[in-house]
């Protein structure tokens, strides 16, 4: 049987990986857009230093973000280049009568996964109360990416609807206002359970110490996540999709 697989992104990776488990080799179409070659030399450098010891042209070229003073909601860039916004491309035309941060397509090899901001929650119940299945239908296949991507978790009651999934989750450091704030709320859980209100860490999908396939990835508090990440410690569908591919697992096909 042969099968493709339409992305790289997140939802492209999951079906790759499920159908790879189930003995088939997937084909993974893709356009397969890439950083330019010029920022790519910059971020090799990055992996070995810190965004400020660079070259200052160097840094600018990476860490400039022209839609932050456009009188309209900035976007992320991925190291100071938009490519990864799909607007105006020959093959695929993408028209929009609002202007500003418009919510373009991507044809970027790896997806939104290059630039998001890694924070993943599943499907709440009362979300899927006119879904044909139920949450339950999904939790096997909620613990099966999770096998593939590391999370944060901590101390709350967010698991209370938002289950992590997780055998081992990781943790990072909030820094002083985020234990100052969840110090707080853990003094008011009986009063805010009885609210209805959940709390807990942000649910991140970044690298640390003894996650899923986070060797050499752990991250180091840079503090550069909004240019973007060299050391690919949020995570990213293309470490695991280059892997699968070496392996014969997956079959990927660019330029389409």
């Known amino acids: 049987m042969d099968v493709a697989v339409i992305g790289s992104g997140v939802a492209g990776f999951a079906a790759a990986n499920a159908l790879a488990r189930r003995g088939l ?80 397509p991507t044809f970027a090899r790896g997806g939104f996964s290059n630039i998001w901001g890694a924070a993943a929650l599943p ?62 709320l853990r003094a008011a859980r009986e009063r805010l359970m009885a609210r209805s209100t959940l709390f807990g860490p942000a649910r991140l999908c970044i690298h640390t110490a003894g996650q899923p396939h986070s060797e050499n990835n752990e991250c180091v508090d840079c503090g550069e996540c909004f240019v973007g990440c060299a050391r690919g410690s949020i995570f990213s569908t293309l470490p695991l999709l280059s892997a699968w591919q070496a392996q014969g697992r997956i079959a990927y096909r660019s330029g389409l």
């Open 123 to 184: 499907t709440d119940g009362c979300d899927m109360v006119d879904w044909p299945i139920a949450r339950g239908d999904l939790d096997s296949h909620y613990r099966s990416v999770a096998e593939l991507i590391p999370m944060l978790d901590g101390e709350g009651t967010l698991a209370a609807a938002f289950p992590s999934y997780h055998k081992s989750s990781g943790s990072a450091d909030p820094g002083p206002q985020g234990r100052a704030l969840l110090e707080d």
């Open 25 to 104: 080799r997937p084909v993974v179409l893709d356009v397969g857009e890439t950083l330019d070659a010029r920022r790519s030399g910059v971020v090799e450098k990055l992996k070995r230093i810190r965004l400020g010891e660079l070259d200052p042209e160097d840094r600018a070229l990476v860490s400039d973000n022209n839609t932050l003073d456009a009188g309209v909601l900035p976007k992320k860039l991925h190291f100071g280049s938009d490519y990864i916004y799909a607007s105006d491309r020959e093959f695929a035309k993408t028209c929009s009568r609002q202007g500003g941060r418009v919510a373009f």
